[in-house]
C-alpha cells in the first residue's frame, strides 16, 4: 500500500476538521519513511515555515505575519542539576541476584516465548497512524509515567515512527520522563503550522528526538499558560497521524474537555488508575462513562492499574475482576523504585516485573487500536 492511501484517511478528516472517521482495517505497515535525522532542537529545516509567535486559533495565522521561532527553554531549571540524585535500579541487586539464579531453571523457555508473542502484539503493522490516548479520574495517578513507559515500549519494539504527545498543558512532567532536556515548539505551534504538503522530516524539525527512540511534542514550553483547546489537539492529532505509526498521548485529568475528546477520537484508550478502593471506584464510573460513547469504547479500553507505593494493600485480583465486569482490560503495573525516584525513565532501570507489565499494556493497548475500523 502506498504512503499516499495510508495518509488518505487522516488527510480527509483533516480538510474537514471533524471528529476523527474510523480509520480502515489495517492489512499492512505504512512504508518506511527516510530515517530520520536528528534535528537541532527547534531548528527550521528543509524550509518548512516556521509559527507565528504568540497564541492563535489553530489554523487561523495568517501567512504574511512575521514569524519567529520560540526560545528553546530547559525542561528543569539549570540551578536544579546538581540536586538530582543518582536514579535507582527498579530491582534491588538482590533481587536481580536472585533472578539470575532462577534464569537457569526450566520456566525460561515458557518467559521467552511469552516475551515473543507479546513483541509481536506490539509489532502489529498498521496501515493508518494509531492514536492511544492515556487519562484518569483524578491528577497525580501516574498518566504521564505510563505515557513515558509506552512511548519506550513502542520505541524499543517498532520501526516505524512513534511519537509521544503532551495534551496536557498543566506543566506536564513527560517531558522530563523521556529524557528531553529543553522544549521548544508546543502543540499550539505545530497546529499553525502543519500543512498536509509536509514531509516527515520537515515535521521532525519541530519536534524533540527523544534519547532511546521518537519524538516528543510538548503541551507547553513549562510555562503557565493557556490550556490546550479541542481544536488544536484535533488538528494536531489528525494532522500528526499521516507521519507516526503510533502516537501515545498524555491527557489531562478527566472530565476535562480535552481529555473527553481524546478518549472519544483515540483508537485505543488507556485509563490510569490508583491501586486503592477509591481509584479503582472513580475509575469504574469512567468507564461507565465510555460505556455510554456511541461507539464500542470500552472493547478497545485498558485500565492500568498502577502502584504509587510499595506497600499497596488492595486486592488486586479483585480489584481488577470488578473492573473487567465492563468490558475494559486491566493490566496492573507495580510499583519501580526507578520510576517512583522521578526523572528520566530509563528501559535499562526499571525493574524485570514493571518491563513485563509495560510491554503487556503497550501490548493490549495495540491490539485495540489495531481492531478499530
Ligand atoms: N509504577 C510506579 N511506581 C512508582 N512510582 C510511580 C509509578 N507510577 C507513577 N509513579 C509516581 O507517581 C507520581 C505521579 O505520576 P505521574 O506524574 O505519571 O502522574 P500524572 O497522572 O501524570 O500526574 P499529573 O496529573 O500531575 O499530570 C510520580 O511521582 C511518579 O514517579
Ligand atoms: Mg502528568
Not at 522530563?176 to 524539525?205: F, H, K, N, Y
Not at 455510554?292 to 481488577?320: K, M
Amino acid at each position: 500500500m502506498s504512503q499516499g492511501d495510508w495518509q488518505h484517511d487522516a488527510l480527509r478528516e483533516l480538510s474537514q476538521s471533524g471528529p476523527a472517521a474510523e480509520p480502515s482495517t489495517p492489512t499492512s505497515p505504512p512504508e518506511q519513511p527516510e530515517p530520520p535525522e536528528d534535528p537541532p532542537p527547534g531548528s527550521s529545516r528543509m524550509g518548512a515555515p516556521v509559527p507565528a509567535s504568540g497564541p492563535q486559533a489553530a489554523g487561523s495565522r495568517d501567512p504574511r505575519l512575521p514569524i519567529q521561532t520560540p526560545e528553546s527553554v530547559p525542561t528543569v531549571d539549570p540551578r536544579l542539576a546538581g540536586t538530582l540524585g543518582r536514579p535507582l535500579h527498579g530491582d534491588s541487586m538482590a533481587r536481580r541476584a536472585r533472578r539470575s539464579v532462577r534464569m537457569l531453571g526450566s520456566s525460561v523457555t515458557r518467559e521467552v516465548a511469552e516475551g515473543t508473542r507479546l513483541a509481536q502484539e506490539v509489532q502489529q503493522p498498521v496501515t493508518t497512524g494509531r492514536v492511544i490516548a492515556v487519562t484518569s479520574i483524578r491528577g497525580g495517578v501516574g498518566k504521564s509515567t505510563v505515557t513515558a513507559l509506552l512511548s519506550r515500549i513502542f520505541n524499543h519494539y517498532r520501526r516505524d515512527p512513534v511519537l509521544a504527545l503532551e495534551a496536557d498543558a498543566a506543566l506536564g512532567t513527560l517531558p522530563v520522563r523521556l529524557g528531553a532536556e529543553s522544549v521548544r515548539w508546543s502543540c499550539s505551534d505545530l497546529a499553525q503550522i502543519l500543512s498536509p504538503s509536509m514531509q516527515l522530516t520537515d515535521v521532525i524539525g519541530y519536534l524533540v528526538p527523544v534519547a532511546d527512540g521518537g519524538w516528543l511534542l510538548p503541551a507547553s514550553q513549562g510555562h503557565v499558560g493557556p490550556p490546550l483547546d479541542v481544536r488544536t489537539y484535533r488538528t494536531v492529532t489528525l494532522a500528526l497521524r499521516r507521519y507516526f505509526a503510533v502516537t501515545v498521548v498524555d491527557c489531562e485529568t478527566l472530565p476535562g474537555e480535552v481529555a473527553r475528546t481524546a478518549m472519544d477520537t483515540a483508537h485505543a484508550r488507556v485509563v490510569a488508575a490508583p491501586m486503592t478502593a477509591e481509584g479503582v471506584n472513580g475509575t469504574r464510573v469512567v468507564l461507565d462513562w465510555l460505556a455510554q460513547l456511541p461507539h464500542a469504547a470500552l472493547a478497545s479500553t485498558v485500565v492500568a492499574l498502577t502502584a504509587s507505593s510499595p506497600d499497596t494493600t488492595l486486592d488486586v485480583r479483585g480489584a481488577s475482576a470488578y473492573l473487567r465486569e465492563t468490558g475494559a482490560a486491566v493490566v496492573s503495573i507495580p510499583y519501580d523504585r526507578h520510576l517512583g525516584g522521578g526523572g528520566p525513565i530509563l528501559n535499562a532501570m526499571l525493574g524485570r516485573e514493571t518491563r513485563e507489565a509495560a510491554t503487556t499494556l503497550a501490548a493490549e493497548a495495540m491490539r485495540r487500536a489495531v481492531q478499530v475500523r
